[in-house]
């Protein structure tokens, strides 16, 4: 994981371009992190991110608003000359309900954008002074990847066709007594499993809950024996495997026997191979309940995710950018991958089609993904210090894809291997 020539020509202009749109990003990172907006509704964080770009176009930039006949996606072009390679950056922007940005994804918007401008600007300087034939940057406005799959149904609609790359960045938590770390590290495999999601209703038949219980038929028995069934699962299921649920509907009065009750669950394993028995035994767990209840059951099924393919070569490059940098950076890290271990993303998914980096770097909070601790970290200037700096070393990587063949090749190589 030497620095490379081709890295190192690309660096100073990297964290140059940065530093001049500090005040700018700075905006769009509070805007969004101050603004959390669910699935699918993110119409802030759209319209700010794509006004940011339109104030740019002198630059150069060619916004798609409501990209991929999505409302609340968007794409970013800068395109210099004909031909050459193509790389993107995945930017994600929605919150959590209740709890705002607990996952940071203003962080994860953010270092994308930078990471973009930054890989833009320097390819312009570079293209000044070579016979660069020609290049393509892109910025990938995903929504919806907490739920609803924003990539899944992109990946879909041909957004990611033709690409050489794409890359982006996840922020964590500090590790106990790993407080030195500035935040840098690679996950090469393990930490993002493949994910199936589900919506089961059960069907029974109402009745006077004292009067006459014998003529229902009661939907939330169905829910709590599948509950039940789901629980004793669990305990057959290998360490690495998670299932987990919430009951959306139970009924709506205690005197009326519930006719409708619903779950919503998650089902997940480390690879798409390996869910698929998985899923078609938590099925069984519904089915029986049904079945034991007299109730009708009916499935409806999310977009699934796949498990996290992640590019060994594009994973080497960025760490040894981050070391030039001055930053301890990890390449297969197994302490910080417990951190997100059991996690799910649609980056998987495009990780299938393209080659892709899904890095992770952590942030200064009390609390874990997915809490409200880990959104006061998340909006915290210090988190956005960590997110600008992988920013510059997604930046370097991208702009050795686009000049250099022989990384080029190995990166698509690596791809095709796995």
Same mark, same amino acid.
Request: charge should be negative.
């Given at each position: 994981m030497q620095f490379s020539e081709s890295q190192s020509r690309f660096l100073e202009s990297v964290q140059d371009a940065i530093r001049r749109y500090d005040l700018q990003l700075k905006d769009i990172n509070h805007k969004i992190w101050s603004n959390p907006e669910l699935a699918y509704s993110e119409f802030e964080a759209h319209n700010n991110i794509c006004e940011l770009f339109e104030s740019l176009k002198s630059e150069g930039y060619k916004v798609t608003r409501k990209a991929y006949d999505l409302e609340t996606a968007l794409e970013v072009e800068y395109t210099y000359g004909t031909g050459g390679r193509v790389v993107t950056f995945n930017a994600e922007y929605d919150a959590l309900p209740g709890i705002g940005h607990a996952c940071g994804h203003n962080l994860i918007a953010t270092s994308s954008i930078a990471a973009f401008i930054a890989a833009c600007e320097a390819m312009k300087a570079h293209a000044k002074n070579s016979s660069e034939k020609g290049f393509t940057l892109r910025l990938m406005g995903t929504p919806a990847e907490e739920s609803g799959g924003g990539k899944v149904r992109m990946l879909n609609k041909g957004a990611y066709k033709g690409v050489d790359a794409c890359l982006m960045v996840h922020p964590v938590p500090m590790v106990p007594g790993n407080s030195e770390l500035t935040g840098m590290a690679t996950v090469v495999e393990g930490g993002f499993l493949a994910n199936d999601k589900v919506k089961v209703t059960f069907t029974g038949k109402p009745a006077h809950a004292a009067a006459a219980p014998w003529e229902g038929i009661n939907a939330l028995?169905?829910?709590? !024996?599948a509950y039940v069934n789901i629980s004793m699962l669990r305990q057959q299921i290998l360490p690495t495997q998670k299932i987990h649920g919430v009951i959306v509907n139970g009924g709506d009065r205690p005197n009326i026997i519930p006719m409708s009750a619903t779950v919503d669950y998650y089902i997940r394993s480390p690879t798409?191979?390996? @869910?698929?028995?998985? /899923?078609?035994?938590?099925?069984?767990?519904f089915e029986a309940a049904a079945t034991a209840t007299g109730c009708k059951v009916d499935f409806d099924w999310g977009i699934s995710y796949a498990d996290l393919k992640t590019n060994l070569p594009i994973c080497e490059s960025y760490v040894s950018v981050m070391r030039a940098m001055g +930053? +301890?950076?990890? @390449?297969?890290? !197994? /302490?910080?991958?417990s951190? @997100? !271990?059991g996690a799910s993303t649609d980056m998987g998914n495009v990780s299938y089609a393209v080659p892709g980096f899904h890095g992770i770097f952590t942030i200064p909070t009390d609390g874990v993904n997915h809490t409200p601790q880990f959104t006061k970290g998340a909006g915290s200037d210090e988190g956005f210090k960590r997110a600008l700096a992988c920013a510059a070393g997604m930046a370097v990587v991208a702009c050795q894809i686009l000049v250099d063949d022989k990384f080029a090749e190995d990166v698509k190589k690596n791809s095709d291997q796995n």
């Amino acid at each position: 994981m030497q620095f490379s020539e081709s890295q190192s020509r690309f660096l100073e202009s990297v964290q140059d371009a940065i530093r001049r749109y500090d005040l700018q990003l700075k905006d769009i990172n509070h805007k969004i992190w101050s603004n959390p907006e669910l699935a699918y509704s993110e119409f802030e964080a759209h319209n700010n991110i794509c006004e940011l770009f339109e104030s740019l176009k002198s630059e150069g930039y060619k916004v798609t608003r409501k990209a991929y006949d999505l409302e609340t996606a968007l794409e970013v072009e800068y395109t210099y000359g004909t031909g050459g390679r193509v790389v993107t950056f995945n930017a994600e922007y929605d919150a959590l309900p209740g709890i705002g940005h607990a996952c940071g994804h203003n962080l994860i918007a953010t270092s994308s954008i930078a990471a973009f401008i930054a890989a833009c600007e320097a390819m312009k300087a570079h293209a000044k002074n070579s016979s660069e034939k020609g290049f393509t940057l892109r910025l990938m406005g995903t929504p919806a990847e907490e739920s609803g799959g924003g990539k899944v149904r992109m990946l879909n609609k041909g957004a990611y066709k033709g690409v050489d790359a794409c890359l982006m960045v996840h922020p964590v938590p500090m590790v106990p007594g790993n407080s030195e770390l500035t935040g840098m590290a690679t996950v090469v495999e393990g930490g993002f499993l493949a994910n199936d999601k589900v919506k089961v209703t059960f069907t029974g038949k109402p009745a006077h809950a004292a009067a006459a219980p014998w003529e229902g038929i009661n939907a939330l028995d169905a829910v709590v !024996s599948a509950y039940v069934n789901i629980s004793m699962l669990r305990q057959q299921i290998l360490p690495t495997q998670k299932i987990h649920g919430v009951i959306v509907n139970g009924g709506d009065r205690p005197n009326i026997i519930p006719m409708s009750a619903t779950v919503d669950y998650y089902i997940r394993s480390p690879t798409i191979k390996t @869910l698929k028995p998985l /899923t078609e035994k938590v099925v069984k767990c519904f089915e029986a309940a049904a079945t034991a209840t007299g109730c009708k059951v009916d499935f409806d099924w999310g977009i699934s995710y796949a498990d996290l393919k992640t590019n060994l070569p594009i994973c080497e490059s960025y760490v040894s950018v981050m070391r030039a940098m001055g +930053h +301890h950076t990890l @390449l297969d890290n !197994s /302490t910080q991958k417990s951190t @997100l !271990s059991g996690a799910s993303t649609d980056m998987g998914n495009v990780s299938y089609a393209v080659p892709g980096f899904h890095g992770i770097f952590t942030i200064p909070t009390d609390g874990v993904n997915h809490t409200p601790q880990f959104t006061k970290g998340a909006g915290s200037d210090e988190g956005f210090k960590r997110a600008l700096a992988c920013a510059a070393g997604m930046a370097v990587v991208a702009c050795q894809i686009l000049v250099d063949d022989k990384f080029a090749e190995d990166v698509k190589k690596n791809s095709d291997q796995n």
